[in-house]
């Protein structure tokens, strides 16, 4: 469609289009509603910036997606000639003012971290911001600012940030500084200091070796190192007062893959045990896709390790861990069934006794399958097939050719942040019911200064929103 997208790269477009969209006729014209993109395309350089003029654009194109893209080109060292601060000189201007939905920063020099922090935490319509390659003249952590909303965020509205490849910033730094941007705790009604425990316990799980080896467990397919947590947090009224919320967190998914398989033997479980012993967690849960992929092959090494009480004895003994698939809830492997898992079962009138990394593999896999071609994966067909490859000498215990997780189908390194918000279903909300919302991250490592993924969402009462897996290149929906 004629004119359905629009590019903007000087402050003369952005007034050629303004008097277009300003004249009497244009609102009863199909070009109202034929408007759909319009693309900032800005250069961080020393010239005066014009982005404050998108606003006139925005308050009368409402049903234009607007997107931003600010790239420095010069390549010559970081110096503040490429800084970007767009508003600092027009300080009755702000960026609450220009409806922009997604933002991306690349090659631009900031003079520190709390700079761009307080930047992207303006623009309250802001649904992805990409942050790549950027350059702070002060390594210093960000300071989190006083986050004073101008107007609350509309419902239901996702926010992501990915961040790649700054300069001087290994990944659990661009991590860090993701989550100061997206403020998971603030967005769920989380307190800080329980998030900031949370969090930090979860990046102390990333192995200290950053690593850019891949295997190849299908033809052109790589395996990269992803730590998935999900966290799960609740809202619920506190006693007598139906208007005061307590929240709290409900659970921790993690999905774990790694290129070494012998990493999962000696992850930092133990800083978790402040977090899974608090009286409100539920559980902690290791999820995997199914024996095809790589994050099976690493939930049943660690399963191997409860079985045989070397590691998460403590989880286990609380009734908290769980294994299971991230595709069908029913199939969660709770602490009773570990404690309880047989280890002879008879097929056929034939009896056979199960090793650890058997019982493991047969506690993972599925009771029943839902479809015809599940059937093979469930824990029934695995004890046939033992019994099968008993007499013909075919050892079952070899890695089979897997696929890597779907946690992550892009190439690079990603950080994001997603907020999935939604207030309650009306006047017939029972206020005494939880109230979940999740925070996702994904860690992709493929060497230092690479991919990290975190998202935070929040889910109203009778409806799950469902957390993307595919982090876009997250993303998706994201990601330790």
């Known amino acids: 469609m004629l004119f359905r997208s629009l590019e903007l790269r000087s402050a003369k477009d952005v007034r050629f289009l303004k008097d277009i969209v300003s004249s009497p006729g244009f609102t009863a014209s199909c070009l109202s509603e034929s408007i759909k993109w319009i693309y900032i395309r800005q250069e961080a350089t020393g010239a005066k910036p014009w982005l404050h003029h998108v606003h006139g654009l925005s308050t009368r194109l409402q049903n234009t997606t607007f997107v931003c893209l600010v790239e420095k080109h010069a390549d010559d ?25 997604t933002l991306t920063l690349r090659n631009v020099v900031f003079t520190s971290k709390t700079e761009l922090v307080r930047l992207v935490d303006n623009f309250p319509t802001l649904e992805y911001c990409f942050c790549e390659r950027l350059t702070f003249l002060d390594p210093s952590p960000a300071v989190r600012p006083r986050r004073l909303r101008r107007r609350p965020p509309p419902a239901r509205r996702a926010f992501r940030c990915r961040i790649d490849d700054c300069k001087d910033m290994v990944t659990p730094i661009q991590v860090a500084l993701a989550a100061d941007i997206v403020a998971p705790a603030r967005r769920m009604g989380l307190d800080d200091s329980t998030w900031d425990t949370t969090f930090h316990r979860l990046l102390a799980l990333v192995p200290n070796e950053p690593g850019d080896a891949f295997v190849y467990g299908v033809p052109n397919q790589s395996i990269p190192n992803i730590i998935g947590a999900s966290v799960r947090v609740c809202r619920s009224s506190v006693g007598q007062d139906a208007g005061s919320l307590f929240a709290h967190i409900d659970s921790i998914a993690l999905e774990l893959q790694f290129i070494d398989v012998e990493v999962a033997n000696n992850l930092a479980w133990d ?45 286990l003994e609380s009734g908290k861990l769980q294994f299971g698939s991230r595709w069908y809830a029913e199939n969660y492997v709770t602490s009773a069934d570990i404690l309880l898992v047989p280890t002879e079962h008879t097929i056929d009138g034939i009896m056979i006794t199960l090793d650890i990394t058997k019982q493991a593999e047969w506690l993972l896999r599925p009771v029943h399958s839902r479809f015809e071609k599940e059937r093979k994966e469930t824990r029934e067909h695995y004890l046939q097939k033992l019994v099968m490859n008993r007499t013909s000498g075919v050892s079952m215990d070899a890695v089979p050719a897997i696929i ?13 942040q997603m907020w999935e918000a939604a207030e309650g279903d009306g006047p017939g909300d029972e206020q005494d019911e939880e109230r979940p919302a999740s925070v996702t991250t994904a860690y992709r490592g493929e060497g230092v200064g690479k991919t990290w993924a975190l998202s935070a969402g929040r889910m109203c009462r009778r409806r799950i929103v469902a957390t993307a897996r595919k982090f876009v290149n997250f993303m998706a929906s994201a990601s330790l």
């Not at 503040?80 to 409806?99: C, K, L, N, Q």
């Not at 012993?277 to 099976?296: A, K, N, Q, T």
């Not at 890597?404 to 994001?416: F, I, K, W, Y």
Request: net charge positive; glycine share 8%; with cysteine.
């Open 77 to 101: 060292t970081a110096s503040t000639a490429g800084r970007w601060a767009p508003f600092e000189s027009i300080p009755t201007v702000t960026p609450s003012y220009v409806r922009l939905s």
């Open 271 to 315: 800083g978790l045990r402040p977090v899974i012993d608090s009286p409100h967690m539920r559980c902690l849960r290791i999820v995997h896709g199914g024996p095809e992929y790589h994050d099976f092959v690493v939930a049943k090494r660690i399963l191997c390790s409860v079985l045989r009480r070397a590691q998460l004895t403590w989880a």
């Open 404 to 416: 890597p997780s779907t946690a992550d189908s892009a190439q690079g390194s990603v950080v994001g």
